[in-house]
C-alpha cells in the first residue's frame, strides 16, 4: 500500500494554457474522487468515480474541467484555458467498499496560473 | 453530511493541556460516517479520527478523541496532552456513501 499518488506535485502555466494532473489511488480502491482547495479554505468536492464510472460532478466542475478514469484505476483531471481563478491545489481521494468508507488523499498538486 | 460548519476559525493551547474543536453537521442521511482530518503545513490530508453514526460510543483513538452528539448533530474533537506536532489545521467532515463535505477548518496553534 503506498498511498494515494498525484503528479505533477507542482504547476506552473500561463492563462489559457491546457493542464491535466493524474492521480493513482490506493490498489483495490474502487472509488475516486477529485477535490480542489485554495489557501484557508476546506476542500471542495469537484467530483468522484465508482470504478471507471464517473458517479457525481459538483456545479463548480465548469465545461473547462474534465476527468477521467479510463480503466477504473488511474484517474486525470484535465483544466483547459486555465484561468487565474484556477489557482488552486488539486487533492486526490480514494476509498475502498465497505462500512469503514474511510477517504485517503494524496499530497495534492498545486497549480499557479499566471 | 451535506452541511457541515466549524465555527472556530482559530484555536490555541499550550503544550500538554487540553483542547477542544467544534463541529456541527446537517444531513437528512440515517447511515453516515463522520471524520476528523488534520493538514499540516507540508499540505497532505491525514485522518485523525473516524466516527460511524450508527455507533453510539465515542470513537478513540490514542490522545484523540470525538464527543458524538446525534441528536445535536455536534460531533467536537477533543485532543489530550497537546503537542507541537498537533499544530495544523484540523478539518471536520461527513459522508455517506458518496462524497466528503468538509467545514471551513480550525487552525490550532500550540504553545510550547
Known amino acids: 500500500d503506498t498511498g494515494v499518488s498525484q503528479d505533477p506535485r507542482h504547476k506552473i502555466t500561463k492563462r489559457g494554457q491546457n493542464v491535466t494532473f493524474r492521480c493513482d489511488p490506493i490498489s483495490e480502491h474502487n472509488r475516486l474522487y477529485w477535490y480542489r482547495q485554495t489557501l484557508g479554505q476546506g476542500p471542495e468536492f469537484l467530483t468522484y468515480f465508482q470504478n471507471e464510472a464517473q458517479l457525481e460532478k459538483s456545479r463548480l466542475l465548469s465545461d473547462r474541467f474534465s476527468a477521467e478514469r479510463p480503466k477504473g484505476s488511474f484517474s486525470t483531471l484535465e483544466i483547459q484555458r486555465t484561468e487565474q481563478g484556477d489557482s488552486a491545489m488539486y487533492l486526490c481521494a480514494s476509498s475502498s467498499p465497505g462500512r469503514s468508507n474511510t477517504i485517503y488523499f494524496g499530497e495534492g498538486s498545486w497549480l499557479t496560473v499566471v | 453530511a451535506q452541511t457541515v460548519t466549524q465555527s472556530q476559525p482559530e484555536m490555541s493551547v499550550q503544550e500538554a493541556e487540553t483542547v477542544t474543536l467544534s463541529c456541527t453537521y446537517d444531513t437528512s442521511e440515517s447511515d453516515y460516517y463522520l471524520f476528523w482530518y488534520k493538514q499540516p503545513p507540508s499540505r497532505q490530508m491525514i485522518l485523525v479520527i473516524r466516527?460511524?453514526?450508527?455507533?453510539?460510543q465515542n470513537a478513540t483513538e490514542n490522545r484523540f478523541s470525538v464527543n458524538f452528539q446525534k441528536a445535536a448533530k455536534s460531533f467536537s474533537l477533543k485532543i489530550s496532552d497537546s503537542q507541537l506536532g498537533d499544530a495544523a489545521m484540523y478539518f471536520c467532515g461527513g459522508t455517506s456513501y458518496g462524497k466528503l463535505t468538509f467545514g471551513q477548518g480550525t487552525i490550532l496553534t500550540v504553545h510550547p
Open positions: 466516527q460511524e453514526a450508527y455507533k453510539q
